[in-house]
DNA sequence: TTAAGATATGCAATTGTATTGCATTAATTA
DNA sequence: TAATTAATGCAATACAATTGCATATCTTAA
């Protein structure tokens, strides 16, 4: 019955129940913050083939389940959707921070600011990565 | 004595004068947009290797001399910085646009707004990237 | 102007990231 | 539980990025 519970969740969005599925929603369900894919594949290498890895994420940022943080490297960061995201339109516009040093990605509880685009552009999403050092590194220098 | 001439620009940066750093900063200075790094390599590349062009650009960003835009997709491009950036600390923290259709990045004359960040981070530097369709694919469709 | 020193370049090899096609396996449903 | 439908794993491939090293080029100081 809890909103995230990894099986609510599939069924919820119509995907098939797999123990590979539902291992990837524990792992990024785990973490406070984002996690990289490169980690990710470090966790589940050994359970879940590459290919696998790649098509379940792209599944779960289409149907909304998932957004993608790509961070200051072009690493591409997966974290679980607050609430409410469609596909394609995710909702939780909140900023992002990405480490420096731990290189982690962290969902800030701050919204994205409003700015005046100029006339002819059309914005369908928008990514906000503050970038720097965060919290716990700064508490260990 | 132009301000933005390679020759003065590698000077000013105590970076040799090469054909082919003359040659990158020519290229990213002709193109009103950010250009990305597979579409430098393909302009580029009967003149310059791959590796000698990644290092260059390296080379730019830690200067100050370009700043590094990470597109939608996690593509690194490159426009020339319009004023004072040092290394490290890039001074024009505009928003940029990436479009969906085209693939372009664009440089738009928008600051980035202030945000709050939560007490411990530091923030370095930030990237606002609004990605959707731009002016000229707007029309087109 | 040129020789010496310092640095940049190109090449070969390697590592890492991401995608595609296809045979096999597993999950859903009637 | 059988039939259908979709997901997985494997092999192969494409592309992005980096490293080490020999060679070439630029700068400077005589």
Do not use: V
């Given at each position: 019955m809890l909103a995230n519970d990894p099986t609510e969740i599939l069924k919820r969005n119509q995907l098939k129940n797999t123990k590979q599925r539902v291992r990837v929603l524990e792992e990024i369900g785990a973490d406070d913050a984002a996690i990289s894919q490169p980690d990710l594949e470090k966790k589940l290498g050994k359970e879940i083939d590459r290919v696998t890895l790649y098509r379940i994420l792209n599944a779960y940022e289409d149907k909304g389940i998932l957004h993608r943080i790509i961070d200051h490297n072009g690493t591409a960061n997966y974290a679980i959707c607050?609430?409410?995201?469609?596909s394609h339109h995710h909702q939780d516009e909140h900023v992002h921070f990405n480490c420096s040093i731990c290189a982690k990605v962290y969902c800030l509880p701050v919204n994205v600011p409003q700015i005046t685009i100029p006339n002819g552009f059309k914005t369908e999403s928008i990514s906000f990565v503050a970038y720097g050092v965060c919290d716990k590194c700064s508490a260990e220098n």
């Open positions: 607050s609430s409410n995201c469609s």
